[in-house]
Nanobody, 121 residues
Framework: QVQLVESGGGLVQAGGSLRLSCAASGRTFSSYARGWFRQAPGKEREFVAV????????SYFDSVKGRFTISRDNAKNTVYLQMNSLKPEDTAVYYCAAGRFGHLDSDFGSWGQGTQVTVSS
């Protein structure tokens, strides 16, 4: 099992940027794909981005393409989500996850506790 801890959330104005980090411990970090999901109040959790174990393959939710970038540093056991040009509709709790490369909750077996991102208009 992989333990995941997110950080970097906060309050930002529309058009601003934030970088989320997710540190991993436990079983071999580099062998897992890593994903970011988010859940807004009253909505289901949705896929945001995923990166494969080597960092060579990435996929994004359509609404964040060109604004968000997922990356990973296997030497630091950490995955990042750089979020630029933030919009109020990006407001949500953001969760990182570890598992296999995919877009579904069921593709991931380990989850962090979440970090709040709030974008003011």
């Amino acid at each position: 099992q992989v333990q995941l801890v997110e950080s970097g959330g906060g309050l930002v104005q529309a058009g601003g940027s934030l970088r989320l980090s997710c540190a991993a411990s436990g079983r071999t970090f580099s062998s897992y794909a890593r994903g970011w999901f988010r859940q807004a109040p009253g909505k289901e959790r949705e896929f945001v981005a995923v990166i494969d174990s080597s960092g060579g393959l990435r996929s994004y939710f359509d609404s964040v393409k060109g604004r968000f970038t997922i990356s990973r540093d296997n030497a630091k056991n950490t995955v990042y989500l750089q979020m630029n040009s933030l919009k109020p509709e990006d407001t949500a709790v953001y969760y990182c996850a570890a598992g296999r490369f995919g877009h579904l909750d069921s593709d991931f077996g380990s989850w962090g506790q979440g970090t709040q991102v709030t974008v003011s208009s």
